[in-house]
């Protein structure tokens, strides 16, 4: 019983070749030609902007605490209106493995991935890529999402200053 289906498999595995075997072949012409990527493709990390044009990162640092291989890095800023930012902010291409993950942890959705696939350079260090190279001036893929506008803090106004809001607690006072 084994001889029949030792036979059967390589007869099946012989037709699958044969029926290739005429088949022409579909060859991509790939700087003249281009495929256009799936849907759900990630590749390039961006960082987008706000409906009003400000940055959308408040440099939390998620991104780089969800990141698999440690390829970000940034440091935190406050703004003159009170706002967080991240003074400089940084990406290794060389080290990313475009997982997604740190789009996913983003909770201002300020990293998108983008279908850009083509990134690579001779020199290592040009995979390096700052705030400034990273920033774009659309809104990405949710143009209507403003951190600042859902997060409950206004930025006009002080905390506790809200309706139906209380002021701070003094975590001191709470003490024994």
Request: contains cysteine; charged residues 25%; proline residues 6%.
């Amino acid at each position: 019983m084994t001889i029949i289906k030792d036979i059967y498999a390589l007869l099946s595995g012989m037709w699958i070749t044969w029926k290739h075997l005429f088949r022409r072949p579909l060859t991509v012409q790939y700087p003249e030609e281009k495929r256009t990527p799936y849907p759900r493709y990630r590749a390039r990390i961006v960082l987008t902007r706000d409906p009003d044009g400000g940055e959308r990162c408040v440099a939390c640092q998620l991104c780089s605490a969800a990141c698999p291989v440690d390829c970000i890095s940034m440091q935190s800023a406050e703004e003159e209106n009170g706002r967080r930012s991240a003074a400089w902010f940084r990406i290794n291409f060389g080290r990313c493995i475009f997982c997604g993950l740190c789009a996913e942890a983003c909770p201002t959705l300020a990293i998108q991935m983008t279908p850009d696939f083509e990134i690579c350079k001779r020199d290592i260090m040009d995979l390096l890529y700052e705030k400034e190279d990273l920033l774009i001036d659309g809104c990405g893929k949710s143009s209507t999402y403003n951190f600042y506008c859902h997060a409950g803090i206004g930025v006009t106004q002080l905390r506790g200053s809200g309706v139906e809001e209380k002021p701070p607690v003094d975590v001191r006072g709470l003490l024994p």
